[in-house]
C-alpha cells in the first residue's frame, strides 16, 4: 500500500512573526526536493496567512492551525472558527493534541464538534491520540488509544477519510526527550491499524496515514519511519530548526 509520507511541524506557541517567516522559508528551501514527501507546518494563528502563501509556492506543502473552535460564528470571544482559517489559507487543522486535551480540558465532545467543524469547512484533520505514562506503566495504553479513535472515528463521515491523518502521540513522549522505541511504535501503530479496521474495513484501514510524534528528531526519525506502519513524524521541538527539521524529512 502507497500511503501518504509525511512530516509535519507543530511550533506550538513559538516563534515572532520575522522569525516564523524566517523558519518557514527556510524550511521551503531545504526541503522542496522531496516532493514525495508532504510537509506540514503548523505556525502560531496570526502567522498562518503569511506562511500559508510562502509555502504555496511549492507543490508538496501544507499549512496548518493548531486548534480550531468547536463553533462556526458568532459571540464566541477570542476563539478562531474553520471557515476564517480556510479563507486564510489553512490546509489542514490539529485536533486532540494532548496539551489541548491537559491544558484546555478539551473533552471528547469537544473534540468531535471541532472535527466537524474542520471538516465542514473543508479543512484537513490531523488527529492526536496517545496514552499517558501511568496508562502505559499499568498496561491500558492499548484500550486508552482504542477509546481515544472510536469516541471520535465513529462520528465520522465516511466521505471524510481521505481528509484524515492520525498521529499517535505517547503523552509521556512529547517534549521529554524519551522517544517510544522503534518497537513501541511500531506495536502501537499496528494496532491503530487495526482499530481502523474495526472502525471502517481494511482498504479504509490502508488508506489512513499514521504518524508518530514525541520527541522525534534528526538522530531518531530514520529508524521510526522505517517501521511499516508509521507513515511519517508530527514534530514539536524539532521542527523549530531548519536543518533538523529538513533531516527529518530526509529520513524516509
Ligand atoms: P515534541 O512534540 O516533538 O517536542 O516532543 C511533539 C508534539 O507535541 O506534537
Not at 507543530?10 to 515572532?16: D, E, I, P
Not at 482559517?85 to 478539551?106: C, D, P, T
Not at 502505559?136 to 469516541?151: A, F, M, N
Not at 524539532?238 to 533531516?247: K, M, P
Given at each position: 500500500?502507497?500511503?501518504?509520507?509525511?512530516?509535519?511541524?507543530?511550533?506550538?506557541?513559538?516563534?515572532?512573526?520575522?522569525?516564523?517567516?524566517?523558519?518557514?522559508?527556510?524550511?521551503?528551501?531545504?526541503?522542496?526536493?522531496?516532493?514525495?514527501?508532504?510537509?506540514?507546518?503548523?505556525?502560531?494563528?496570526?502567522?498562518?496567512?503569511?506562511?500559508?502563501?510562502?509555502?504555496?509556492?511549492?507543490?508538496?506543502?501544507?499549512?496548518?492551525?493548531?486548534?480550531?473552535?468547536?463553533?462556526?460564528?458568532?459571540?464566541?470571544?477570542?476563539?478562531?472558527?474553520?471557515?476564517?482559517?480556510?479563507?486564510?489559507?489553512?490546509?489542514?487543522?490539529?485536533?486532540?493534541?494532548?496539551?489541548?486535551?491537559?491544558?484546555?480540558?478539551?473533552?471528547?465532545?469537544?473534540?468531535?464538534?471541532?472535527?466537524?467543524?474542520?471538516?465542514?469547512?473543508?479543512?484537513?484533520?490531523?488527529?492526536?491520540?496517545?496514552?499517558?505514562?501511568?496508562?502505559?506503566?499499568?498496561?491500558?495504553?492499548?484500550?486508552?488509544?482504542?477509546?481515544?479513535?472510536?469516541?471520535?472515528?465513529?462520528?465520522?463521515?465516511?466521505?471524510?477519510?481521505?481528509?484524515?491523518?492520525?498521529?499517535?502521540?505517547?503523552?509521556?513522549?512529547?517534549?521529554?526527550?524519551?522517544?517510544?522505541?522503534?518497537?513501541?511504535?511500531?506495536?502501537?501503530?499496528?494496532?491503530?491499524?487495526?482499530?481502523?479496521?474495526?472502525?471502517?474495513?481494511?482498504?479504509?484501514?490502508?488508506?489512513?496515514?499514521?504518524l508518530y510524534g514525541g520527541s522525534c528528531n534528526a538522530r531518531n526519525a530514520r529508524e521510526l519511519f522505517n517501521c511499516p506502519?508509521?507513515?511519517?513524524?508530527?514534530?514539536?521541538?524539532?521542527?523549530?530548526?531548519?536543518?533538523?527539521?529538513?533531516?527529518?524529512?530526509?529520513?524516509?
Open positions: 500500500m502507497n500511503r501518504k509520507k509525511i512530516v509535519a511541524g507543530n511550533w506550538k506557541m513559538n516563534t515572532l512573526y520575522s522569525d516564523a517567516i524566517a523558519l518557514a522559508g527556510n524550511i521551503l528551501a531545504k526541503t522542496s526536493a522531496f516532493k514525495d514527501i508532504e510537509k506540514i507546518i503548523f505556525p502560531p494563528f496570526p502567522f498562518i496567512n503569511d506562511v500559508a502563501i510562502l509555502l504555496q509556492s511549492q507543490p508538496g506543502f501544507y499549512t496548518g492551525a493548531q486548534n480550531c473552535s468547536s463553533f462556526e460564528k458568532g459571540a464566541f470571544t477570542g476563539e478562531v472558527s474553520a471557515p476564517m482559517l480556510k479563507s486564510i489559507g489553512a490546509n489542514y487543522v490539529l485536533i486532540g493534541h494532548s496539551e489541548r486535551r491537559a491544558y484546555f480540558k478539551e473533552d471528547a465532545k469537544t473534540l468531535s464538534l471541532k472535527i466537524e467543524q474542520a471538516f465542514q469547512a473543508g479543512l484537513n484533520v490531523v488527529y492526536c491520540f496517545g496514552e499517558a505514562l501511568a496508562e502505559r506503566k499499568s498496561g491500558v495504553h492499548q484500550r486508552i488509544v482504542k477509546t481515544q479513535l472510536q469516541e471520535i472515528l465513529s462520528v465520522m463521515p465516511q466521505d471524510k477519510i481521505s481528509d484524515l491523518v492520525l498521529a499517535y502521540e505517547p503523552v509521556w513522549a512529547i517534549g521529554t526527550g524519551e522517544t517510544a522505541t522503534p518497537p513501541q511504535a511500531q506495536d502501537m501503530h499496528a494496532f491503530v491499524r487495526n482499530c481502523l479496521v474495526e472502525l471502517f474495513n481494511k482498504e479504509v484501514a490502508e488508506q489512513i496515514p499514521i506502519d508509521v507513515d511519517g513524524g508530527l514534530i514539536g521541538g524539532a521542527s523549530l530548526n531548519a536543518d533538523e527539521f529538513s533531516e527529518i524529512v530526509k529520513s524516509f
